[in-house]
């Protein structure tokens, strides 16, 4: 019996069953963003709410990240992780929308808030069952913080530009687009996931100033511009999806052509 892999087993169920501080509290923010867009909704202040899920993208984006770079990941913090994902990207933007437009819909308005609380419920719980198992380079439908920027960004977009309920039409478009983040969550659509991005590996110096570029592109008009993203990226799935069908398709006549061939 090796001495040193007994002393490693236990070493390694404590750090499974740690708790870190650092990357929890980013977590933590994570979960008070989703929190006080809620309260903000039911306030009436439906930007502070929007920006508020913006937030909890910031600092979600921020905890994995730093668990990995200071080697604290934990079960405890996956679960955490993902119980605040719940809240933020999968309660907070339904309500915020509900409370918005979906209310004058009926029931109408509070299906498709649900319809969106359950595609995240279902979202998360998939992602956390194939944790170890699923490509990295892509999510598996699309992600729920994108879901949770494409209903809160057009809210923002709409608050911010003032635009008018009177025609009728701004309540239907956020049906229609809380409906489709709930089915796109969904999906077996590929969308990118931006793992392959390493903070510690060096970069080109081109790399930075296409960095400066883009924060002064979106700090020109966060609403529009952070909306017009998200609408891009939720479509990207779809085309990288019938590009993949279109290359099996081709890469399936080639093989037949093959087969042709050696067999007239």
């Known amino acids: 019996m090796n ?45 502070v709410a929007a920006i508020a899920i913006f937030l909890a993208m910031v600092f979600d984006s921020m905890d994995g990240r730093v668990a990995r770079l200071t080697h604290t990941q934990s079960a405890f913090g996956e679960q955490y992780d993902s119980l605040a994902d719940m809240i933020s990207f999968g309660m907070a933007p339904a309500l915020v929308m509900y409370e918005w437009s979906l209310q004058g819909l009926g029931r109408w308005g509070w299906l498709a808030a649900f319809v969106y609380v359950v595609g995240a419920a279902l979202r998360l719980a998939r992602f956390n069952a194939n944790i170890g198992k699923v490509d990295k380079q892509y999510f598996q439908g699309l992600p729920s913080p994108a879901a949770a920027a494409l209903v809160a960004g057009f809210v923002w977009l709409s608050v911010d530009n003032k635009l008018s309920f009177s025609d009728g039409l701004i309540p239907w478009v956020a049906f229609g687009l809380t409906i489709y983040a709930g089915v796109a969550m969904v999906s077996n659509a590929p969308f990118f996931s931006g793992k392959s991005f390493a903070l510690g590996r060096s970069v080109p110096f081109w790399v930075m100033l296409l960095l400066v570029a883009v924060f002064v592109f979106v700090s020109s008009d966060p609403p529009v511009v952070l909306f017009a993203l998200f609408v891009l990226y939720s479509l990207s799935g779809w085309l990288i999806w019938l590009w993949r069908v279109r290359r099996a398709r081709r890469l399936g006549q080639r093989m037949r052509g093959l087969d042709t061939d050696r067999n007239p």
């Open 3 to 47: 001495p040193q892999s007994d002393h490693s087993m236990p070493d390694e169920r404590q750090r499974r069953r740690s708790i870190y501080l650092l990357p929890n509290a980013f977590t933590t923010a994570n979960l008070f963003s989703g929190f006080y867009a809620v309260v903000q909704s039911m306030n009436q202040h439906f930007e």
